[in-house]
């Protein structure tokens, strides 16, 4: 079966002391058990699953064997056969802004304004995402973006108990927010 994981840019896994992977690698799982996050080979059924458990930026096609046990965006088999291996960070990175961006415009269009410290370091998320800013250029918006966040918290809390009681009628809204999201991250990735 076809499914999806990341590892870090050294080819490792996020846990565990296994060495690094190599394309058209196949492993089967030593221990006598399997466990749902705990033991086994873990992965998701797309890159957007698979993305909540991503220690790094390299995606990986891979085969499992059929899952012994899984929920909706995770499994766990004995065996993984890696696929395929490319470093996403950029496309990541895009996605983010876009994903921001557009949770900045819906801020905008409920007439909550937001701070111009925030739209700035979108734009230089953007730079550095094209290799037109410095990570020092980068860190310095994001702080700031962060100081205006932590001066707003207060007022953010008053609107919390508002936002809260909305939530449940917003739940459509919610669920074509993460559709687009999918959609948009496959796009990025040129996956089908």
Not at 36 to 64: K, N
Not at 80 to 107: G, M, P, Q, T, Y
Not at 126 to 132: E, H, N, S, T
Not at 146 to 157: G, H, I, L, T, V
Request: proline share 4%; charged share 30%.
């Amino acid at each position: 079966m076809k499914a999806y994981h990341f590892l870090n840019q050294n080819m490792r896994s996020g846990f565990g002391d296994e060495p690094a992977w190599t394309v058209g690698e196949e492993r089967t799982w030593a221990g006598k058990t399997l466990k749902l996050c705990e033991r086994g080979y873990h992965h998701s059924p797309s890159p957007y699953d698979a993305l909540q458990y991503a220690p790094g930026s390299m995606l990986c096609e891979v085969e499992v064997s059929k899952p012994v046990e899984q929920d909706a965006s995770k499994g766990v088999s004995w065996t993984r056969k890696l696929l395929s291996a490319r470093d996403i960070s950029v496309e990541l990175r895009i996605f983010a802004c876009d994903c921001a961006e557009r949770a900045l415009l819906r801020e905008r269009e409920a007439g909550r304004e937001p701070d111009p410290s925030t739209w700035d370091a979108l734009r230089v998320a953007r730079l550095y995402a094209d290799g037109k800013a410095s990570k020092g250029e980068l860190m310095d918006a994001a702080d700031a973006a962060y100081a205006a966040a932590r001066d707003a918290a207060a007022a953010y809390a008053a609107y919390a108990a508002y936002a809260a009681a909305r939530a449940a009628a917003d739940a459509t809204a919610r669920d074509a927010e993460v559709r687009w999201q999918i959609e948009h991250l496959h796009e990025l990735l040129g996956i089908a």
